[in-house]
């Protein structure tokens, strides 16, 4: 059974940073596509960023500039190192997974980023 587990969300003054973790794991496939989606309070979920096993890496403008998405050495894991954070960036942030065949999406359970001004 596959799980994914977040960690690293906190909360932060605004220009500050945070980098968030990830790992799915119970799964023979390695995910080819790893990445973040956040929501905020009485917003949609929408993608922060994603990257993939070879380094191709995909970001929202919001995103882009200020935070990092990178794959980790060990099978199925990502992270992202968010710099100068805005209150706006306050959400839940989600590790997403790819994975099996077929492929079918794999969530966490979410971990809270809160800036504050």
């Known amino acids: 059974q596959v799980q994914v587990l977040e960690s690293g969300g906190d909360l932060v003054q605004a220009g500050g940073s945070l980098r968030l973790s990830c790992a799915a794991t119970?799964?023979?496939?390695?995910?080819?596509?790893m990445g973040w989606y956040r929501q905020a309070p009485g917003k949609e979920r929408e993608l922060v960023a994603t990257?993939?096993?070879?380094?191709?890496?995909n970001y929202a403008d919001s995103a882009k500039g200020r935070f990092t998405c990178s794959r980790g050495r060990a099978k199925n894991t990502v992270y992202l190192q968010m710099n100068s954070l805005e209150p706006e960036d306050t959400a839940v942030y989600f590790c997403?997974?790819?994975?099996?065949?077929?492929?079918?999406?794999?969530w966490g359970q979410g971990t809270q980023v809160t800036v504050s001004s």
């Open positions: 119970g799964s023979w496939f390695s995910a080819d596509v």
């Open positions: 990257c993939t096993r070879n380094g191709i890496t």
């Open positions: 997403n997974a790819r994975l099996g065949d077929p492929v079918e999406d794999y």
